[in-house]
T-cell receptor, first 118, second 110 residues
Framework: GAVVSQHPSWVICKSGTSVKIECRSL??????MFWYRQFPKQSLMLMAT?????????EQGVEKDKFLINHASLTLSTLTVTSAHPEDSSFYIC??????????????FGNGTRLTVT | ELKVEQNPLFLSMQEGKNYTIYCNYS?????LYWYRQDPGKSLESLFV?????AVKQEGRLMASLDTKARLSTLHITAAVHDLSATYFC??????????FGKGTRLHILP
């Protein structure tokens, strides 16, 4: 089945530093990837839609200068949390849909990255 | 704006019992998903429902969709402890975004 690899699975960083999270589709091509954020025991909130070769589309309330998204190829999207603060601590999950699959096919999710900012 | 509401948000039940989780959504959509999430883990796709009256079953789980009522249900039959998890419904909107409900934390007591 389709596999989405997310790295790192967890990271601890100091306030003010930047953290990059990678999301790779291992056995399929994904022109679109989605980045979600999940606080403990809460739902997934869509942060942005990452489009290969073009600018990401951010949801309302998400700071594009703080959460930098780059989708440089059909198999890789990255999310960089810049100048991280403790309130950025969360579980970040990427997802992707196989470009050659139906529009209605389910998203494949990465295993998530648990970010802790101290 | 598409909104997805699930209820109950928390459910504790005995093994062997049946129960239903409900998912309502606010605007027309042509696809509805059910996912399972174990603590600290990512999401596992359970069902994709695409048409009115669609019913899908996998083991002790059965999902249905009523697009006219904008309602989907996830029915659990003769629950077992291994089904303890958080279950999310998610709905696709016109912009190809998938919006999640708040999730139902299911705890099955032995």
């Amino acid at each position: 089945g389709a596999v989405v690899s997310q790295h790192p699975s967890w990271v601890i960083c100091k306030s003010g530093t930047s953290v990059k999270i990678e999301c790779r589709s291992l056995d399929f091509q994904a022109t679109t990837m989605f980045w979600y954020r999940q606080f403990p025991k809460q739902s997934l909130m869509l942060m942005a839609t990452s489009n290969e070769g073009s600018k990401a589309t951010y949801e309302q309330g998400v700071e594009k200068d703080k959460f930098l998204i780059n989708h440089a190829s059909l198999t890789l999207s990255t999310l960089t949390v810049t100048s991280a603060h403790p309130e950025d601590s969360s579980f970040y999950i990427c997802s992707a849909r196989d470009f050659f699959s139906s529009y209605n096919s389910p998203l494949h999710f990465g295993n998530g990255t648990r970010l802790t900012v101290t | 704006e598409l909104k997805v509401e699930q209820n109950p948000l928390f459910l504790s039940m005995q093994e062997g019992k049946n129960y239903t989780i409900y998912c309502n959504y606010s605007t027309t959509s042509d696809r509805l998903y059910w996912y399972r999430q174990d603590p600290g883990k990512s999401l596992e796709s359970l069902f994709v429902l695409l048409s009115n009256g669609a019913v899908k079953q996998e083991g002790r789980l059965m999902a249905s969709l009523d697009t006219k009522a904008r309602l989907s249900t996830l029915h659990i039959t003769a629950a077992v402890h291994d089904l303890s998890a958080t279950y999310f419904c998610a709905v696709g909107n016109r912009d190809d975004k998938i919006i999640f409900g708040k999730g139902t934390r299911l705890h099955i007591l032995p």
